[in-house]
């Protein structure tokens, strides 16, 4: 599975937008990106995932560069509930083992 | 409603005791998984199921142990080998082996004193 780098930390303010960037320049032509995020003291939940295309959900939308060695994560509209810590996880749909590496990913706080 | 239920969400152990996680899932997945995740550390896996009556080690699953005899259910054990049990464990599942699309419980934190 590529790996992943993400700033460590981003502020937003309450109602804007949170754009959460993601850098995987080893991606191979068959790994889809996903996202993940993990509210404090609970679990991981997931948000959303890609290939090539972009995509959106009710939570988010992912943006993925053409050449697919980055991608963005936005949350339209930032509530103080979307503070937690983001992980971007790159690796091939069908994984033996199921396995999710999870880095350090972005702690993304959102200011009223 | 449908979901991954991890009891007890604290508990306290001392030294030397085997202690059991529990994690019950009623989404009708085939694969659960167990993490541990340390302080400021993302999740390292322990063990995986992909079938009922089926389990692999993950990167970490010296000093613990797992069963898999209900698809539902998917309890770990931390032995007395595990030299550094105190962590936030949690449990996870998906639709089918190896699709990442996880649905995770709300974890369960063991200290050992």
């Known amino acids: 599975d590529a790996k992943t780098t993400q700033p460590p930390s981003m502020d937003c303010a309450e109602g804007r937008a949170a754009n959460l960037p993601c850098n995987h320049s080893t991606i191979s032509g068959n790994e889809y990106v996903y996202w993940y995020r993990q509210i404090h003291s609970q679990g991981p939940q997931y948000i959303i995932h890609g290939l090539k295309n972009n995509e959106t959900n009710e939570m988010a939308s992912l943006i993925i560069t053409e050449d697919r060695k980055s991608s963005t994560l936005i949350l339209p509209h930032a509530t103080l509930r979307d503070t937690a810590v983001y992980y971007c996880i790159v690796r091939f749909y069908y994984n033996q083992g199921g396995k999710l590496i999870f880095g350090q990913g972005t702690e993304l706080s959102v200011k009223p | 409603d449908g979901g991954i239920t991890q009891s007890p969400k604290y508990l306290f152990r001392k030294e030397g005791q085997n202690v059991t996680l529990s994690c019950e899932q009623n989404?009708?997945?085939?694969?659960m998984y167990w993490y541990r995740q340390d302080p400021g550390q993302g999740l390292r896996l322990i063990y995986y199921s992909q079938i009922v009556n089926d389990f692999q080690k993950g990167d970490i699953a010296e000093g613990y142990s797992v069963s898999r005899e209900k698809k539902e259910s998917f309890p770990l054990t931390v032995t007395s080998a595990q030299k550094n049990p105190t962590a936030f464990y949690l449990c996870a599942s998906s639709i089918e082996r190896g699709r990442p699309e996880a649905f995770f419980g709300q974890g369960t934190r063991l200290t050992v004193v």
């Open positions: 989404l009708n997945h085939d694969a």
